[in-house]
């Protein structure tokens, strides 16, 4: 995990209002100031992205958004092209989360169309994926994600997928309060590692940082970093207190 440097995400869903988002981004930024060793980004919602950009500016903390729509432009009433995300000082991108393939009709297909219009833009895509309860207890985990996986960076080159970071989250413990034990997440991420590493070669693999999101806390965030294959955190509700989210983030 040497040249694999941390990365530490703050999804902060459909929470915050402009000033709440303001002052949380201010906050964690002064807590997090001039560390260097971890990557740091939050993803506040859409119409906070402007002024969250503007309260960060020249600190650590980079700016996520939590979706995104393929097309440039056009009659798509209600979503938001890279272009824009650009303009308010987005460097990354959430695609594919749990939540907007259950509630909003995300597939793998529209995953992968949604990935492409990050990478054409320089956005960094963090692509989600995960097994729902039902799933894993009929034995499916390791079939999902290798179709999430597979499906959601197919007709990829290699070349086009160097910026990109996977989330794994296991669906039954987010929110939920059951969480997968080190083992078991450490297990996945391996997994994951393998299916990247056949299908776009060992650099890639060895490369590549795998984010755990499954009710992460400054409690077992230390643990979780000790495995191998994980590589850092997507982070729902603790994301949104900074003091909290800046323990995760100093781990």
């Keep these: 995990m040497e040249n694999r440097k941390p990365f530490i995400a703050g999804n902060w869903k459909m929470f915050k209002t402009c000033p709440e988002a303001?002052?949380?981004?201010?906050?964690?930024?002064?807590?997090?100031?001039?560390?260097?060793?971890?990557?740091?980004?939050?993803?506040?919602?859409?119409?906070?992205?402007?002024?969250?950009?503007?309260?960060?500016?020249?600190?650590?903390?980079?700016?996520?958004a939590q979706n995104i729509f393929w097309e440039d432009e056009g009659a798509y009433t209600g979503e938001i092209s890279a272009k824009m995300l650009l303009s308010t000082g987005c460097s990354h991108v959430i695609i594919g989360h749990s939540e907007r393939r259950q509630y909003f009709g995300e597939t793998d297909e529209t995953v992968n169309k949604k990935i492409r219009a990050a990478i054409k833009s320089e956005l960094i895509p963090v692509m989600c994926v995960g097994?729902?309860?039902?799933?894993?207890?009929e034995d499916k985990t390791f079939s999902v994600l290798d179709k999430q996986v597979k499906k959601g960076l197919e007709d990829f080159l290699l070349d086009d997928l160097k910026s990109l970071i996977i989330a794994y989250e296991p669906v039954w413990a987010i929110g939920t309060g059951k969480t997968a034990t080190t083992d078991?997440?450490?297990?996945?991420?391996?997994?994951?590692?393998?299916?990247?590493?056949?299908?776009?070669?060992?650099?890639?693999?060895?490369?590549?940082?795998?984010?755990?999101?499954?009710?992460?806390?400054?409690?077992?965030?230390?643990?979780?970093?000790?495995?191998?294959?994980?590589?850092?955190?997507?982070?729902?509700?603790?994301?949104?207190?900074?003091?909290?989210?800046?323990?995760?983030?100093?781990?």
């Design 184 to 251: 078991q997440a450490q297990e996945v991420h391996s997994y994951i590692r393998s299916v990247v590493r056949d299908s776009f070669g060992s650099t890639l693999a060895e490369g590549i940082r795998i984010l755990y999101g499954g009710s992460v806390k400054p409690g077992n965030i230390e643990e979780l970093m000790a495995m191998p294959d994980i590589d850092g955190a997507l982070v729902g509700g603790a994301s949104l207190d900074p003091e909290t989210f800046g323990k995760i983030a100093m781990y």
């Design 22 to 64: 303001v002052e949380a981004a201010e906050n964690l930024s002064r807590i997090v100031e001039g560390v260097s060793d971890v990557d740091i980004m939050i993803a506040p919602p859409f119409t906070a992205l402007s002024p969250v950009s503007e309260a960060i500016q020249g600190g650590v903390v980079k700016l996520g």
């Design 131 to 137: 097994e729902t309860e039902n799933e894993r207890d």
